[in-house]
Every structure is written in C-alpha cells, then in structure tokens.
C-alpha cells in the first residue's frame, strides 16, 4: 500500500541519522587507532615494517570502498564467521579509514622539518623518545584540518553500507521511497540530514587549515 510522505516518515529518516552518526564514529575511532599503527609502521626504518603498511594503504587507496565493504561482508561469511551488516560495515569503514588515516599522517611526519629530527639525536633522544615528545606533537597540529576532511568524506561514505543492508539515513531514505512513491521528497530530506552533519565539519576544516597556514607562516 502506498501512503504518503509525512511527518512519521520523515521521523523514521531523521532517527536513522543516529545510526549514521554512530557508524561514522566507530569507523573513525578505530580507523583512527590503525592509522596510527600503520603510520608508525611507514616512517619505520624497518623495512618489514614499511612495504608491508605501503601495501595495505595501497590496496586500500586502489579498490572502491563498495568493494571492501562487500568482501569484509561476505568474505567472513566464506571462512564461517556469520557477521550482521553493522559489524562488517563497521570492519570494513575502519579498515578504510586506516589505510588512509596513515597515509594523512604520515604525509604530516614527513612535513615536519628535518632539523627538528636532527636536533632530536644531537639531544641524544632514542627513536621512541623523538618521535613522542618532538614529532607527532608537530604533526598533529599539521594533520588537523585534513584528518576533519576526511571524517567528512567517511560520513558519506557510511552510505555505502546500504547496499550490505545495514539501516542508515541512505538505506531509511530508500525504505520511504519504496513506501511512498516520492523520491524526490524522501532523498531531498536525507540529502539534507547528510547536509547538516557535513556542512560544519566542512566549515571547521577549512577554519583550522586556515588558521594553521598563517601560524606557519608567521
């Protein structure tokens, strides 16, 4: 039965916003902690350590994320690990995000000068040491305005996951079409809630690159 786009239908795409929302936090979360990892592993000396993050953030980087969602979905289920279409969105986001997370921020480690490394060992300070007190605070004011780029690009990319069947705004968007036969109204609203969420992101980004190019200029 078709009914018509109202006020129950649009509550039922604003409260999939939620699930967006939360989607895109574990995904960034996560992603956040192996893009560390794998960042740490590319500025290495090691080279068991380097090509093997290269490797992950270039297999990352060169398939579409539809495709990673699809093999994490159905590539579990293959070696017998049953998992809902939240887990495997939330696996293959986080993998995503890592792979170019650490790529973000290994690009900031390389920014930073190189005599800001060398006067680290003239102060005799281990690897370990070099890199905690006087690299990453560095790079982490670099990395900044980009990591909020990206999180923006990871909220809508959350909307791939519709095609596994998990249920956010783009999947609830598609339930009120097929309900009410009105897909401009129903996508109209959804475009909008992706909107409001990315919208402010997109402003912060660019304050906080703005605002760290003139501190670097100074």
């Given at each position: 039965?078709?009914?018509a786009?109202?006020?129950?239908?649009?509550?039922?795409?604003?409260?999939a916003m939620?699930w967006?929302?939360?989607?895109s936090?574990?995904?960034?979360?996560t992603?956040?902690?192996g893009?560390?990892?794998?960042t740490l592993a590319?500025?290495?000396?090691?080279?068991?350590?380097?090509?093997?993050?290269l490797?992950f953030?270039?297999l990352?980087?060169?398939?579409?994320?539809?495709?990673?969602?699809?093999?994490?979905y159905?590539?579990?289920?293959?070696?017998?690990?049953r998992?809902?279409?939240?887990?495997?969105?939330?696996?293959?986001l986080?993998?995503?995000?890592?792979?170019y997370?650490?790529?973000i921020w290994?690009?900031c480690?390389e920014?930073?000068?190189?005599?800001q490394?060398e006067?680290?060992w003239?102060?005799g300070?281990?690897?370990a040491?070099?890199?905690r007190?006087?690299?990453l605070?560095?790079?982490a004011r670099?990395?900044?305005?980009?990591t909020?780029?990206?999180?923006?690009q990871?909220i809508?990319?959350t909307s791939?996951?519709?095609?596994i069947?998990?249920v956010?705004?783009?999947?609830?968007?598609?339930?009120m079409?097929n309900?009410t036969?009105q897909?401009?109204?129903?996508?109209?609203v959804v475009?909008?809630c992706?909107?409001?969420?990315?919208?402010?992101?997109s402003?912060l980004a660019q304050r906080?690159?703005?605002h760290?190019?003139q501190?670097?200029?100074?």
């Amino acid at each position: 039965m078709i009914r018509a786009f109202g006020w129950n239908e649009f509550l039922f795409i604003v409260t999939a916003m939620q699930w967006t929302l939360a989607l895109s936090g574990i995904a960034f979360v996560t992603g956040s902690i192996g893009g560390l990892l794998i960042t740490l592993a590319r500025v290495a000396a090691n080279p068991y350590l380097r090509y093997p993050a290269l490797a992950f953030i270039r297999l990352f980087q060169g398939t579409p994320l539809l495709m990673q969602l699809f093999l994490v979905y159905f590539g579990m289920t293959t070696f017998g690990l049953r998992v809902d279409p939240w887990t495997a969105a939330a696996i293959g986001l986080a993998l995503h995000a890592s792979a170019y997370l650490g790529d973000i921020w290994r690009g900031c480690i390389e920014a930073v000068p190189e005599g800001q490394s060398e006067a680290s060992w003239a102060l005799g300070l281990n690897y370990a040491d070099k890199m905690r007190i006087v690299i990453l605070p560095q790079a982490a004011r670099i990395a900044v305005a980009p990591t909020v780029g990206f999180l923006v690009q990871l909220i809508k990319g959350t909307s791939l996951a519709s095609i596994i069947g998990f249920v956010e705004l783009v999947r609830a968007g598609q339930i009120m079409s097929n309900a009410t036969f009105q897909p401009f109204v129903v996508y109209s609203v959804v475009g909008a809630c992706f909107f409001i969420i990315c919208w402010p992101l997109s402003l912060l980004a660019q304050r906080l690159e703005k605002h760290f190019s003139q501190s670097t200029a100074r």
